[in-house]
């Protein structure tokens, strides 16, 4: 696709220039034989399982689009849910998962663990919503479409929920060969809802049914800036298991206490970040009404240098956060497409202002990890400031899903007809809204007409 003045784009051309871009990376750095996607487009990166949720979740976006045939997403699809039904199994080190979980991080060739990972809850939860994706959207009669729902379903149901509970109420992080369970739990709210939904839901192995109240039991209600939210510092907590699931007009016992529900505290978050960026209470460079958002990113590496007299240390990858930080002026644009369904005005002035003020740092409208303008002109880095090497998967896939949920709610169409979701829901408490509707009164599965 050829460079444009974002200026002279129309919103509608704009996002898809952005959609687009974002879509591309699956096709780029996908190993076909398998459909295993890495990580990050840096070289020799693993292959992550959340980035293979995202893929299955982003391929009925790029067939509906028109940006990839449905034999060719199907063909993905298969060769990535053939690999996760025959990869080994067991306790031991070199394998692909356990219990029905997967590694973190996987061979891209071997689909073997690497880097003596844990294996991951999340971001299994993660890979587990692209299945069930899959399985909705390739509704058609042939063998290819057939294998797709039987694997999808097979996949989901042999998830050993229970056993991740370890034995406390609520779900473990993560779990190692030699050590374990991992000695932290979920704390407060976070991207893990999607993990309890997929979790109680379960046919056979579920979690308790108090795991959900008990995860509930950890939040943080505060008041910031005149908003009251359900505190996450990062943004992806508040976009991530929105990405699958709908959760404007149902309510929780939580939030129906709080007379509020999940899509209007992401709602609120997105604007408290930028008004949090108003306030720049450590003098950033460039942050304002148009450059905000804090989340989880690459970052400039660890040093520490003076802003506005005062000495800040600069992370890595890390989880930055806004009002309570961390912060080190490291700015990651993929939030506003993410955050386009909660507050399209806010993020499209965003999205506008990085292409005008900030066009360093995009890749031909692929957005990177993070960028971080108040470096600019200093020792090590250019005259643009510091600027994400690499792009991540897990960040172009949260752009392609919520810019279409924004567009057209295929994704949330597609899972509001799943019977797994809708029972997880109804297991966690949830009520109202298009819960209260039969299932066959939503848009249902799309079968590519």
Not at 222 to 251: C, K, T
Not at 364 to 380: D, I, V
Not at 407 to 416: D, G, H, N, Q, V
Request: charged share 20%; aromatic share 14%.
């Amino acid at each position: 696709m050829p460079e444009a003045n974002p200026a002279a784009l129309s919103d509608d051309d704009l996002l898809d220039r952005y959609q687009r871009a974002a879509f591309g990376y699956f096709l780029e750095n996908v190993n076909p034989d398998n459909g295993l996607v890495a990580d990050t487009s840096r070289p020799n990166s693993p292959a992550s399982i959340a980035v293979v949720g995202f893929a299955l979740s982003c391929y009925p976006i790029g067939v509906e689009r028109g940006w990839m045939t449905r034999a060719a997403a199907a063909e993905l699809t298969l060769a990535a849910l053939r690999f996760f039904s025959a990869s080994p199994q067991n306790g031991g080190d070199n394998v692909t998962g356990h219990k029905g979980f997967y590694y973190h991080f996987l061979d891209m060739r071997t689909g073997l663990r690497v880097w003596r990972c844990e294996l991951s809850m999340v971001d299994t939860a993660l890979l587990m919503a692209g299945i069930l994706v899959a399985g909705a959207y390739f509704s058609g009669g042939d063998e290819g479409e057939a294998e797709i729902r039987q694997l999808a379903e097979a996949l989901y149901r042999r998830v050993d929920w229970r056993w991740a509970q370890g034995s406390s109420p609520t779900l473990r992080q993560g779990w190692k060969p030699k050590s374990g369970f991992l000695h932290y739990g979920w704390e407060g709210y976070n991207e893990a809802t999607i993990l309890y939904v997929l979790s109680m839901a379960s046919p056979d192995s579920p979690t308790s049914d108090d795991s959900y109240e008990a995860w509930t039991a950890t939040y943080q209600w505060e008041n910031i800036y005149g908003h009251d939210v359900l505190y996450g510092g990062p943004l992806f907590m508040h976009q991530f298991s929105h990405a699958w699931i709908d959760f404007a007009g149902i309510r929780d016992a939580f939030m129906r206490e709080k007379n509020s529900d999940y899509f209007e505290n992401s709602r609120r978050a997105t604007y408290l970040h930028r008004d949090y960026a108003r306030h720049n209470p450590y003098g950033f460079d460039g942050y304002g009404e148009n450059l905000w958002g804090l989340s989880a990113g690459d970052g400039p590496g660890g040093f520490r240098a003076s802003v506005e007299r005062r000495r800040h240390r600069f992370s890595g990858y890390a989880a930055r956060g806004a009002p309570f930080g961390p912060d080190d002026g490291t700015i990651a644009p993929w939030s506003y497409p993410a955050s386009l369904p909660f507050a399209p005005d806010i993020c499209l002035a965003a999205m506008r202002h990085l292409g005008e003020r900030y066009p360093q740092v995009m890749d031909n409208f692929r957005l990177p990890s993070g960028f971080n303008p108040t470096l600019a002109n200093r020792r090590k880095f250019g005259r643009d400031g510091w600027v994400s090497e690499g792009h991540y998967g897990l960040d172009q896939g949260i752009v392609v899903m919520m810019i279409e949920n924004h567009r057209s709610r295929l994704i949330w169409e597609l899972m509001r007809s799943n019977p797994h979701i809708r029972r997880g829901l109804g297991k966690a408490g949830f009520t109202g809204g298009w819960l209260a509707q039969p299932a066959g009164s939503t848009s249902g599965a799309y079968d590519g007409a």
